[in-house]
C-alpha cells in the first residue's frame, strides 16, 4: 500500500548506484512478497541479498499501538520469520501493510526485536505524528527496561544531530539519516544516507558500524537542512500557517483558520531538551547538510516540481557525466554544467546564496535564491561554511 509499482528490486538495484548508494534498506521487509521477491534468485550473503552493485539489508518499519514507528534491521531471514512469530498475530494483514500496525507497546516490540537478534530504535523520532518523542519524553517512556538496548535513532527529515544532541539520552545512540521511498525517482531515493566506515557490504559489518565495534563507525550523517523537513516548525495542517511556540500555546494550538496546529520538531526539541546548546559526543561524525539536485534543477528551470520529466532528463545528464549527485552538487567544476540556468543555481548553492523555507503542518520545506521575491525571504537561513563531502572522508 502506499508505493508506487515501479518500486521493484530491479528498478532500486539499478537506480542506487546512481546516487551512490551500496547498501540499501528492503524497507517493508516483513511483507510475504516483498521478501521473495528480495530472496528470488539471489542467495543470503551474511544477512544481505547483492543484486548487481547494490546490496540490500532486510528491514522494517512498524507501528505500535501508540501509533509510534520503530525500524528494525534483521540479520538474516530466520530472524524475520522469528520476528513474525513474536509478533503472535497482534499485527495488521503482513500482506497489504508494508508497515504492519502491531498490537504491542514499544517494550513489547523491543523484546520481540531483541528476541531475534534484530536491531531497533525509533524512527524520524521527534516528527509529531509517529515519532517517539511526539509521544513519550524518554526513551524509557517508550521501550521501558529495553531502553538500553536501543542501539540507533533514526532522525527524520526535520531534525540534524544539532538538534538531537540536545537531548543528553540520545548522546549514547548511533544516528542514523535514512529517509524512505515510495517511489523510484531519483529525488526520492536516499534523500538522505550515511556513510560507513566498514570492511564490507554485510550484515555483520553495519551491525559493528551502529554498536561502534572494531573501529567500525558512521563516519557522516547527510540530509536535509532540518527546514525542509515538513514538520519543522509549528504549523497549522490546514493553511500551513506557522506559528512560534508561545503564540500556539496561547491559541491552545488552533489556528485562526480553525485547523489544528500541529507541533513542529523544532519546537518539540524545544520542549525536550535539557542542554541550552548541542553537545556532540566524541563518536558523533559530522553532519552535511544537501539539498536534492532535482530540487535546484527544478528551481532554476521552473519546473512544477522535481519529478517533472525535464527536471529528470537534466538531472541524468549531469549525474551521469560526473559520476554521482554529491558531485555535481559539491566538487565537479560548473563549467561542466551545460544549461546556464542550472549552472548558476547550482553555484549559488555552493555559495550559500541558497536560503530555507521552512516546512511544518505536513508541508515541505522549499528553497530559494537570493534574488527571491520578498515574501519568500521572509525566513532567511543561509546553508553557507559547508566543506565538501570528500573532506569528510576518513
Ligand atoms: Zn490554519
Given amino acids: 500500500m502506499g508505493t508506487s509499482t515501479a518500486m521493484t528490486v530491479q528498478t532500486l538495484a539499478e537506480e542506487s548506484p546512481k546516487k551512490g548508494i551500496r547498501l540499501l534498506a528492503t524497507g517493508d521487509c516483513l511483507h510475504p512478497k516483498w521478501l521473495a521477491e528480495i530472496r528470488d534468485g539471489t542467495k543470503e550473503r551474511d544477512g544481505v541479498f547483492d543484486r548487481g552493485k547494490v546490496s540490500f539489508v532486510l528491514q522494517t518499519e512498524v507501528e505500535d499501538n501508540h501509533r509510534v514507528h520503530h525500524i528494525i534491521i534483521f ?16 499485527h495488521s494483514p503482513l500482506d497489504s501493510d508494508g508497515r ?24 524520524h523520532a521527534f516528527t509529531p505524528w509517529t515519532g517517539m518523542y511526539g509521544h513519550h519524553t524518554k526513551l524509557a517512556g517508550c521501550y521501558g527496561d529495553l531502553a ?8 527524520g527529515l526535520s531534525a540534524d544531530t544539532d538538534y538531537a544532541d540536545r537531548i543528553s539520552e540520545l548522546h549514547r545512540l548511533t ?47 547527510v540530509g536535509f537542512p532540518p527546514e525542509e523537513g515538513k514538520y519543522n516548525e509549528s504549523a497549522c495542517i490546514a493553511c500551513f500557517k506557522h506559528y512560534d511556540l508561545k503564540q500556539a500555546m496561547a491559541l491552545r494550538w488552533r489556528c485562526v483558520c480553525g485547523g489544528v496546529i500541529k507541533k513542529g520538531v523544532k519546537d518539540r526539541i524545544e520542549e525536550l531538551a535539557d542542554l541550552p546548546k548541542p553537545n556532540h559526543p566524541d563518536h558523533r561524525p559530522p553532519y552535511l547538510h544537501i539539498i536534492p539536485l532535482s530540487e535546484i534543477i527544478a528551481k532554476a528551470i521552473h519546473a512544477p516540481n522535481a519529478n517533472a520529466k525535464a527536471v529528470e532528463d537534466i538531472w541524468a545528464k549531469l549525474v551521469g557525466k560526473a559520476g554521482s549527485e554529491v558531485a555535481v552538487l559539491i566538487d565537479d567544476p560548473i563549467e561542466n554544467i551545460a544549461n546556464p540556468a542550472v549552472a548558476d543555481a547550482v553555484r549559488r548553492f555552493r555559495e550559500g546564496k541558497v536560503r530555507m523555507i521552512p516546512g511544518g503542518g505536513g508541508q515541505y520545506g522549499t528553497i530559494a535564491f537570493d534574488d527571491a521575491s520578498p515574501s519568500e525571504k521572509a525566513k532567511p537561513k543561509s546553508l553557507k561554511g559547508q566543506t565538501a563531502l570528500m573532506d569528510f572522508k576518513g
Fill in 175 to 221: 544516528f542514523l539519516t535514512n529517509s524512505d521511498a515510495h517511489s523510484p525517482y531519483p529525488s526520492r531515493i536516499a534523500r538522505e544516507f550515511n556513510r560507513l566506515d566498514i570492511k564490507d557490504v554485510t550484515f555483520t559489518e553495519l551491525r559493528k558500524a551502529i554498536l561502534r565495534e572494531g573501529g567500525r563507525k558512521f563516519a557522516l550523517n
Fill in 75 to 90: 540479520p538474516d531471514v530466520a530472524s524475520v520469520e522469528g520476528f513474525i512469530e513474536g509478533m503472535k498475530g497482534r
Fill in 100 to 123: 504492519p500496525k502491531v498490537h504491542m507497546g514499544g517494550a513489547e516490540v523491543a523484546q520481540a526485536a531483541v528476541d531475534c537478534g534484530a536491531l531497533f530504535g525509533p524512527s
Fill in 148 to 155: 538500553p538496548k536501543a542501539s540507533f535513532a533514526e532522525l
